[in-house]
């Protein structure tokens, strides 16, 4: 079967790529773009450590068929830090401890910036409510909740 | 608390590999590949309970693109062996029968055989043309199942050692374990108060988010590099050494970053057949578990089924315990039932103790490590005897626990007579905390539980390579699973009396470091710690002596000093301290490159105690119980990156939280099991959670220059019990059953809506 060609624009830049209609997003990135820093922990949608922005919202990249981003504009981890500077968030989760592992960290910061970006003022709620589709199993959340909670206050103010 | 005086140890840090795991550059298990790789899948057994009379890989085999299938008959068999694995012993026997199903499928999930082919796609097709004639046999999962007299027999082989009474016939029962002491008959004579219980808990799965991953690459000339996400890359080199019956210095294993472990990445699964598929097909092979294959294919925690009975005085003087516990070990023996036992009480200073396990197996995965294994399910059943003895006596749950406490000089029922320990302490801070002293809301329930666990020393080594600008590298071979970069690090910049920023801590693969023990038993700030404080002092001495040179004054004279060498008194000589980028500098002039090294067997690790709150609130229509509120207290002996500590006690107690309340694996008629995935293995996520409090108490540990304990481990002890404590007090049912998750919490408070109205 014929592959399908795919023109894109990821993390700001014009992509073109060939898939198999069955192949998932992920495997894109992962596999064929060589953008690892998205992760697969259960390919099923359940644990978000594979969330991606497509056209401005949030998305599970294994569910989501390569062939899916003719014509978006889709934002990964690696688009998140700009030249030299990290992101706040990204520089809030190291500056206050809020990984461990890190294998959930790249998910969890595009989820907490699409919130940001909505929503300047989260309370923790809503924070927590925001990041329940990000499994994290080893922080306990506490300092990823309040690093998020942090960095908004600190975006606010500049 | 802590020794204040300390300059970098003891300050909250950003950590060496931040921007690396901020940015997505960090390369975990599956991140790496290899130029011209293959693709490798594993067949796994639909059964739990199969024997295996024929497996016909012919099919597959002759498939277009497929270049290597393996089954057991491909690796070496095994003989009874023991050999040392995380915080288990394993007998390699059951190992390699565990990588690959051998004469029997074990249970559902089981491996059966693997391919290495050119796509995934080719892989999949590949599996699907294996032909495995099996023979399905009645099968057992539960442990108390396992040990009745007509239960499935898993090994015709197994005998229950250490039991001069079990008859010599095949049976589940693996190990028998006691531990004794005092009188327990002078204890229940003395007794004025009595309770008693039984209690059961579910295994449960570590849930680390990044499945197991490794590539292999074997050359022609027998050599082999494995990358692969573990918390041992030594271990694993061991294990495939053996295994596949080569020498350790041909395996260089690489450990990727972690994507947690928690124990469960310290026993190997898919490297040997990596390595084996890579030596057949005369290519690299990566192989990735999905998340269903991690499931049901690698270990949980051991389940436990057990009996405690406690007997008091009227004060509130525990003076008789009896604890017997089954312990689940999966599909062949070694559950961490020894742990089980020994951490039983080991809180407490009790006269007539005795404990008694067996270890038991089922068809379900060998279990693995899970932070503390074996502690929680022992406490599970304890610290909730605990409170019905409070209860009883009317005493509070703190009070009672301080009455009994270990202390210096206890003597365990186990065997050691503890030293400088922080129980009490740990007790004190609880009761004093904020929280302890905040009156509960109306409707909710306060529980409180105590935990213990060893920490664990062993084998580190470590290098400290002094740059020739007077920067560092810090090697050592320890996987950072959770910041112990840092800590190290910070280890370091004491010692040094650098700047914390002008060291580089890595973590080196088994050729280019010498021999470190696993990342486990929350050894790695303590043992590697213990390494690099003693690599880093080499160091220092070879530039003092460089200094002494250049002086010419004997090494004796010349102290370490805020980042220099000095003069050790004015009678030495006037000179200007050489700092040690100037002692860097001139280390051409001067003897060459300077570096220091260390290995060792680290000796006395510091017990762990650790002391838990929760408040919850239970909905009496379903059953959901909601964590209010939560404090974790632990003695940590110094908490050298605060945050770490923080992190650790908080990730712990969360796991905790979902042991406590969700987690477990549910089995169909045939012994499968029907969830597999996240959705239905719930693991808490952040909305179910309150922020978790807490509280770092600090009795140094003598034996380590910086006091370190251990931390990782101790957390996950506390919850179930102090949950199952807190929702008896909001209730007034007192659970036995893990998990106390709503339909089961539901029917047990109907059950006792029936009693009381039947009271009426």
Known sequence: MAKNHVTTTINNEPVEFLCDTHETMLDVLRNDLGLTGSKEGCGSGDCGACTIMVDGRLACACLMLGAEAEGRTIETIEGMASGEELHPLQKKFVDEAALQCGICTPGVLVAAKALLERNPDPTETEVRYWLAGNLCRCTGYDKIIRAVMDTAAEMRAN | ?760
């Not at chain 2, 790496?32 to 009379?53: T, W």
């Open chain 2, 1 to 760: 608390m802590g020794n204040q005086s300390y300059k970098w140890v003891g300050t909250r840090q950003p950590r060496p590999d931040g921007a690396d795991k901020v940015t997505g550059r960090a390369r975990f298990g599956a991140d790496f590949d290899m130029p011209g790789q293959l693709v490798g899948k594993v067949l796994r057994s639909p059964h739990a309970h199969a024997n295996i009379r024929s497996i016909d890989t012919s099919k597959a085999k002759a498939l277009r693109g497929v270049k290597a299938v393996i089954t057991a008959a491909d690796l070496p068999d095994m003989p009874d062996e023991m050999a040392p694995a995380g915080e288990v012993m394993v007998n390699l026997r059951d190992v390699t029968r565990n990588v690959m199903a051998r004469e029997k499928a074990l249970y559902d999930g089981h491996a059966v055989a693997a391919v290495a082919a050119t796509s995934e796609a080719i892989a999949r097709e590949a599996l699907d043309l294996i032909e495995v004639d099996y023979e399905v046999l009645p099968h057992v999962i539960d442990v108390d199942g396992a040990v009745a007299a007509d239960a499935p027999i898993l090994h015709d082989h197994l005998r229950t050692d250490g039991d001069e009474n079990a008859a010599d016939t095949p049976t589940n029962v693996a190990k028998r374990i006691e531990f004794l002491k005092g009188d327990l008959d002078a204890g229940w004579a003395e007794a004025e108060v009595v309770v008693e219980g039984s209690f059961t808990t579910k295994p449960v799965h570590q849930g680390y988010i990044e499945p197991h991953a490794a590539v292999a690459s074997a050359t022609e000339d027998g050599q082999v590099q494995l990358w692969c996400s573990t918390q041992g890359q030594f271990n694993v080199r061991g294990y495939c050494a053996k295994l596949l019956d080569m020498q350790t210095s041909q395996i260089r294993v690489t450990p990727s970053e972690i994507g947690g472990g928690f124990g469960g990445k310290t026993v190997v699964y898919l490297e040997p057949l990596a390595i084996k598929l890579s030596q057949m097909a005369g290519k690299p092979v990566k192989l990735v578990m999905s998340r269903e294959e991690v499931f049901r294919g690698s270990g949980p925690t051991s389940a436990g089924s057990m009996d405690v009975k406690l007997g008091a005085t009227k004060d509130g003087r525990i003076v008789a315990a009896d604890f017997t516990v089954r312990m689940q070990a999966g599909a062949f023996p070694g559950s961490p039932v020894g742990p089980a036992c020994m951490c039983s009480f080991a809180c407490y200073d009790i006269a007539n103790v005795k404990v008694v396990g067996f270890d038991v197996v089922s068809n379900r995965p060998k279990v693995a490590a899970y932070r503390a294994p074996g502690s929680p399910v022992a406490a599970w059943g304890i610290e909730s005897a605990i409170n019905m003895l409070a209860e009883e006596l009317g005493m509070d749950q703190i009070d009672l626990r301080l009455k009994n406490a270990a202390r210096e000089g206890t003597k365990t029922h186990y065997g050691p007579t503890f030293k400088d320990i922080g129980m009490i302490a740990t007790l004190e801070a609880a009761k004093n905390s904020p929280h302890y002293q905040t009156p509960l809301k109306a409707s909710q329930g306060r529980g409180v539980a105590v935990g213990f666990w060893f920490n664990i020393g062993m084998d580190s080594s470590a290098a400290c390579h002094i740059g020739e600008d007077g920067t560092v590298t810090l090697i050592s071979g320890s996987p950072d699973i959770g910041g112990s970069r840092a800590s190290l690090a910070l280890m370091a910049a004491e010692e040094l009396g650098i700047d914390y920023h002008k060291i580089r801590p890595i973590v080196a693969d088994t050729a280019s470091i010498g021999f470190n023990f696993l990342t486990g038993g929350s050894r790695v700030t303590f043992a590697t710690g213990m390494a690099v404080v003693q690599a880093v002092r080499d160091a220092i001495d070879e530039m003092r002596a460089r200094a002494a040179k250049l002086w010419e004054v004997d090494v004796e004279a010349v102290i370490w000093e805020d980042g220099c060498a000095k003069p050790a008194g004015s009678n030495v000589g006037d000179f200007d301290p050489m700092t040690l980028a100037e002692i860097a500098a001139s280390a051409g002039k001067t003897g060459g490159p300077i570096n220091g090294h260390a290995q060792l067997n680290a000796q006395g690790a510091g017990p762990g105690f650790g002391a838990q709150i929760y408040d919850v609130s239970v909905d009496a229509d379903t059953g959901h119980t909601t964590v209010e509120r939560c404090t974790v207290v632990q003695d940590v002996g110094t908490a050298i990156h605060p945050d770490y500590v923080e992190g650790q006690l908080q990730g712990g107690v969360v796991q905790g939280i979902g042991w406590a309340l969700n987690e477990e694996y549910i089995y169909n008629d045939k012994g499968q099991l029907e969830n597999t995935g996240f959705l239905d293995y719930r693991m808490p996520v952040a909305s179910d959670l309150p922020m978790i409090e807490p509280i770092i108490v600090e009795v140094p540990n003598p034996s380590h220059p910086y006091g370190v304990r251990g931390v990782g481990e101790v957390p996950i002890v506390p919850p179930m019990a102090a949950i199952g404590n807190a929702i008896a007090e909001a209730t007034g049912v007192r659970m036995t059953d893990l998990p106390m998750s709503p339909p089961k919490l539901s029917a047990a408070l109907d059950a006792a809506k029936v009693r009381d109205a039947a009271d009426d």
